[in-house]
């Protein structure tokens, strides 16, 4: 099975800072990695897919990059509702798609 | 509105048993893949069960492979899960996810972009 890993696993951050979380997988899987944000008590919210585009609806501030085994997301300047817990899901492995553990944003 | 909406959930003893629906609006039910999605208290998500459009293909993790059974009625726009042999470890709110794309493959595959609001099952004696 793929497995799927985050850097950091929690952040502090301000208003207006610039923040990126890494996702690594276990194995290469092309461009084939989607990013969620969940905030607490709500259903995870589809933020990217194939690893850079942007789900219709979701902030330009949100971006992200990478192919292969390393991939990032990146918030330019981050928001008072960017607040959450971000997780990378790889589809290489489709229907069996595995999520990364998540990278909780906090207030600093 | 596309939607989807989670019932079934409950306070279950080890080894019991307990069937998920959801319900689905909104889009053309048949036409998508479907999948559920869990998390367990302060955890992070897994996935859990995935079921073609036609319900012909199903597919689960091996955590919960023979124990659970995903399906489907497209004729009144819902998904299950049957959960047996239940287990403390199964303890997690369960989301049912719709695939961003009709017949989607690894390769064309917009990740999940319809979630339930989640319904929690809890395994304890």
């Known amino acids: 099975a793929i497995r799927m890993t985050q850097s950091p696993s929690s952040l502090s951050a301000s208003t207006g800072d610039r923040v990126t979380i890494t996702c690594r997988a276990s194995?290469?899987?092309?461009?084939?990695l989607a990013w969620y944000q969940q905030k607490p008590g709500k259903a995870p919210k589809l933020l990217i897919y194939a690893a850079s585009t942007l789900q219709s609806g979701v902030p330009s501030r949100f971006s992200g990059s990478g192919s292969g085994t390393d991939f990032t997301l990146t918030i330019s300047c981050l928001q008072s509702e960017d607040f959450a817990t971000y997780y990378c899901?790889?589809?290489?492995?489709?229907?069996?798609?595995?999520f990364g553990p998540g990278t909780k944003v906090d207030i600093k | 509105e596309v939607q989807l909406l989670e019932s079934g959930g409950g306070l279950v003893q080890p080894g019991g048993s307990l069937r998920l629906s959801c319900a689905a609006s909104g889009f053309t039910f048949s036409s998508y893949a479907m999948s559920w999605v869990r998390q367990a208290p302060g955890k992070g998500l897994e996935w859990v069960s995935a079921i073609s459009g036609s319900g012909g293909s199903t597919y689960y993790a091996d955590s919960v492979k023979g124990r659970f059974t995903i399906s489907r009625d497209n004729s009144k726009n819902t998904l299950y899960l049957q959960m047996n042999s239940l287990r403390a470890e199964d303890t997690a709110v369960y989301y049912c996810a719709k695939d961003a794309v009709p017949a989607a493959t690894y390769y064309y595959y917009y990740g999940m972009d319809v979630w339930g609001q989640g319904t929690t099952v809890t395994v304890s004696s």
């Open positions: 194995q290469g899987i092309s461009s084939y």
């Open positions: 899901q790889q589809y290489y492995s489709y229907p069996r798609v595995t």
